[in-house]
């Protein structure tokens, strides 16, 4: 499977503060997604990464709050924009190489925010 | 949405021990994942199961769509297969989205 490298793996931010994660494949991909796992739950999607174009939001979830881009088929970055307390929890990327194919995870970055 | 119950929520099993964890979804999916979360936060895939059974070492999985669950079975229980072991499921046209389900959180003692 691919091998993904997501940074920074853990960060304490201040409020009001944005924050970029960077999630890097090592081959092309299909499908790029970020998920938010907040603490002691299970995973909920953001966004797919569209390669080229705006990101595609879940309901509850904002552009201008969670900027998303893709630049190419191997490489995504997640900002958390304008950060609370609320925001502290692990943000996952993850990737499908092609249909049909099972969904494989970054090890996610742990962010608290003070 | 789709609804993704899993049960039980908690599991602790002495060392050796078999186990059988069980995910319900409420409408007709394209695939179905079983991923295990270990206590560093590493999620690993564990199967792509849309229907059927198969088999990974200890670990086997059971989908029945028409059904609507998947089972996981744990056999000879180990203490690194503590953590959290999520299912997940992409809805009808999903675009290979996931809806995960609540979870089981599984503690093996030694």
């Known amino acids: 499977s691919a091998v993904i490298s997501q940074k920074p793996s853990r960060d304490i931010c201040q409020r009001g503060t944005s924050l970029t994660i960077q999630c890097q494949v090592d081959?092309?991909?299909?499908?790029m997604f970020w998920y938010r796992q907040q603490p002691g739950q299970s995973l909920t999607l953001i966004a797919t990464?569209?390669?080229?174009?705006?990101?595609?939001?879940e309901s509850g979830f904002v552009i201008d709050k969670f900027p998303i881009s893709r630049p190419n088929l191997t490489f995504s970055t997640l900002t958390v924009s304008n950060m609370s307390p609320e925001d502290s929890s692990i943000y996952l990327c993850s990737v499908v190489s092609g249909v049909g194919q099972p969904q494989h995870f970054g090890d996610g970055t742990r962010l608290s925010i003070l | 949405g789709i609804q993704v119950e899993q049960s039980p929520p908690d599991l602790i099993l002495q060392e050796g021990a078999n186990s059988t964890l069980r995910c319900n979804f409420s409408d007709s999916v394209n695939n179905l994942q079983w991923f295990h979360q270990n206590p560093w936060g590493q999620l690993i895939n564990l199967f792509y199961?849309?229907?059927g059974t198969k088999q990974n070492g200890r670990l086997s999985a059971t989908t029945v769509a028409t059904e609507r669950y998947s089972l996981l079975y744990i056999s000879s229980s180990q203490t690194t297969d503590s953590g959290v072991y999520f299912c997940a499921v992409e809805k009808r046209f999903g675009n290979e989205k996931l809806t995960f389900g609540t979870g089981t959180r599984l503690t093996i003692i030694p």
């Open positions: 990464a569209n390669q080229g174009s705006e990101a595609t939001y």
């Open positions: 081959s092309q991909v299909t499908m």
């Open positions: 199961i849309p229907s």
